[in-house]
């Protein structure tokens, strides 16, 4: 099964845009890239996805690789809002298994 | 519009005990999924429920089972606990359309203890 690595923390200041990269080498050609993040004591949330085509929403853009090898999910100006455990999953929309790594924690420097 | 609601916050159980889980689904999903979440670690997927029948289903024992009822509400069940069965259950209900789920709303989650 394909799987996600991440880096297990990050640090940005506030205001200031962050990236937070992912790899996922073994991805198969059918796998959607989910990014969802999980504030202290909350059940994940959304925050985008996408299946090859860079990706925009209100929270966050995703850029996927060419080759889909990877993908870095931009969150444009950081407040300390988005202070969490940002989590790169792959879908199989097979079984719809969302695979969850270890994700990288955000914190976010005032 | 409510959001996706879980049952109890939390429980203490010991080992070989049963467990039932409860989840209400956000109005207007058919669809339902449970996780797993240990401290410190991402969510495992355990299965999903489509229209009250499983529809996927992760690396998880046949001791875990579970139910989706004609109101999309959920259980998960857990049979013969187990010590490493101390988790945080989540559920996620879901819009499955055209064969695909897209974004999954949390509920917070039912702290289990086995002791």
């Known amino acids: 099964d394909a799987k996600t690595t991440q880096p297990n923390s990050m640090e940005s200041n506030e205001e200031e845009p962050v990236h937070l990269p992912c790899n996922h080498s073994t991805i198969s050609g059918t796998d959607y890239i989910h990014w969802y993040r999980q504030l202290p004591s909350q059940g994940p949330e959304y925050v985008i996805h996408g299946l090859t085509s860079n990706v925009n929403n209100r929270m966050a853009s995703l850029a996927i690789a060419e080759d889909r090898k990877s993908s870095t999910l931009i969150l444009h100006r950081a407040t300390l809002r988005d202070a969490a455990v940002y989590y790169c999953i792959l879908r199989d929309p097979r079984n719809n298994d969302m695979r969850f790594g270890a994700g990288t924690r955000l914190t976010v420097k005032p | 519009e409510t959001g996706v609601t879980q049952s109890p916050t939390h429980l203490i159980k010991t080992r070989g005990q049963q467990v039932t889980l409860r989840c209400s689904s956000q109005s207007g ?59 945080l259950y989540l559920c996620a209900s879901s819009l499955l359309s055209g064969g695909l789920t897209n974004e999954q709303f949390f509920g917070p989650g039912t702290r289990l203890t086995v002791l």
């Open chain 2, 29 to 87: 999903h058919n669809t339902v999924s449970w996780y797993q979440q240990a401290l410190g670690q991402g969510p495992q997927f355990i299965f999903q429920y489509y229209r009250e029948e499983e529809n996927g289903r992760g690396n998880f024992p046949p001791r875990f089972s579970g139910l989706q009822f004609p109101n999309y509400s959920s259980e998960l069940n857990v049979n013969a606990l187990e010590l490493d069965d101390s988790a």
